[in-house]
């Protein structure tokens, strides 16, 4: 890919257990706060629970929004898109008349999360169709589009944990070939028990509040949330006067062709898409103020990351905020985009909470208090299963 002009972005919506607004998060981030718990939204009778990280509040603008029959990640996806587009002080009404996009990822979202239904079927049930109906409409990207009435392309990127990063990614391009005026982008996840029971299966729940990078940690929290933004083309800025509040800059993505859940253990994956991202973006590593890092908080992605970011990328500062949010699944690129540009606006990063000892397996650890930084650019790195790698370079500037 050669390098691609810088995208803007008009505005941005945020919600997760760390606030239900970006600036809500990144106060609890600065001020070290995190509220992990035990499930509430979900029976679970095993004798053993692990903390996630929920929504605890309402949050849902019932009264902005036709359709209130959706699943709970339609309604993330919604309640940030709202937040975005006040962001940008732009109205449904003018993406209507523009050439405007939809592009969400997500994991659950693209899931018919109703035990109830498949439950009774197998169990001689007379068939019904209204959990059906309802696991149809919320699709979140098509559901966004069908509220809105935005006619452009539409896509649902089901890319594992990256897949917040690759919408991101992908709307950029739209806009940089000329396909949109407009794209609403992002990802959007919820907490279910299907994800929960299946990530317990693979024993890489951690049994108390993560600790990304730390000597001791023992796996990740499951958390849930949305990030939207809504990216705009130089002639709509111009012809709306619009200011924008960030770029996408670059964008990378590579796969490890390894294995289904593990990370390639020399990390050519993620290398190959730090490098595109970089070179997509015109950058070098020295324009970077600091990185986003995916640190999850299990023992081998952690391990390949810290190899990674010290071979390729020395010295630059990083930090993990899964420890503020858990593991929002194909939402973290997103949210963790939102809060590296409101890093960069703020000109500091926060901790990487439940990181205290490090370990000397890793040749690099996160920063362990709130740190000041010099740049207007930073990486944010999303690592999924399936090998997938998703890297964005983001800026306050074009650089």
């Known amino acids: ?39 509430t939204r979900f029976p679970f ?36 898109t709202l937040g975005a587009l006040d962001d940008a002080g732009l109205t449904i009404e003018n993406l209507r008349q523009l050439k405007t996009g939809v592009c969400i990822g997500t994991n659950v979202g693209s899931s018919m999360n109703n035990e109830a239904f ?20 919320s699709n979140p990207t098509n559901s966004i589009a069908a509220e809105f009435g935005i006619g452009g392309p ?17 709307a950029a391009s739209w806009i940089s070939s000329g396909l949109c005026d407009a794209v609403i982008a992002g990802g959007a996840d919820e907490l279910y028990r299907v994800t929960y029971t299946g990530f317990k299966s693979l024993f890489i729940n951690a049994d108390s509040p993560c600790k990304p990078f730390d000597a001791e940690r023992n796996g990740l929290n499951l958390g849930e949330g949305a990030a939207v933004f809504v ?57 970077l103020a600091f990185v986003n890092a995916h640190g999850t908080g299990t023992r081998d992605n952690d391990l390949i990351e810290s190899r990674v970011l010290d071979e390729i990328l020395p010295g630059i500062p990083f930090i993990s905020t899964k420890g503020y949010t ?32 490090p ?16 740049g207007r650019a930073a990486l944010s790195e999303t690592l999924a299963f399936g090998g997938n790698n998703a890297v964005l370079v983001l800026g306050t500037g074009e650089n």
């Open 154 to 170: 539409c896509m649902t990127v089901v890319n594992a944990c990256s897949a917040g990063s690759d919408a991101l990614g992908i």
């Open 231 to 287: 990216l705009v083309s130089e002639r709509l800025l111009r012809k709306n006067g619009l200011s924008p509040r960030a770029f996408v800059l670059g964008y990378g993505s590579a796969s490890d062709a390894y294995h289904f859940t593990k990370p390639r253990p020399d990390g050519k994956g993620l290398i190959l898409a730090i490098q595109e991202a970089l070179r997509t973006s015109g950058l070098n590593s020295s324009d």
């Open 359 to 374: 370990d000397p397996e890793l040749p690099a650890s996160p920063v362990d208090s709130n740190t000041e930084i010099n």
């Open 1 to 39: 890919m050669m390098s691609m002009r810088p995208v803007a972005i008009a505005g941005i919506g945020c919600l997760c257990a760390a606030g239900l607004t970006l600036r809500q998060c990144m106060d609890s981030l600065y001020a070290g706060k995190r509220h992990p718990g035990p499930p």
């Open 45 to 80: 009778k095993h004798k053993f629970s692990f903390p996630v990280f929920e929504i605890e509040k309402d949050f849902f603008p019932e009264d902005r929004i036709n359709n209130g029959n959706l699943l709970r990640t339609s309604k993330l996806a919604f309640t940030a």
């Open 326 to 357: 858990g593991h929002t699944l194909g939402a973290s690129g997103a949210i963790e985009a939102a809060f590296t540009i409101a890093s960069l606006e703020k000109g500091r990063i926060p901790a990487s909470i439940g990181f205290k000892t």
């Open 118 to 137: 498949y439950r009774d079927n197998t169990e001689g049930c007379d068939p019904y169709i209204a959990p059906v109906d309802r696991f149809l409409i």
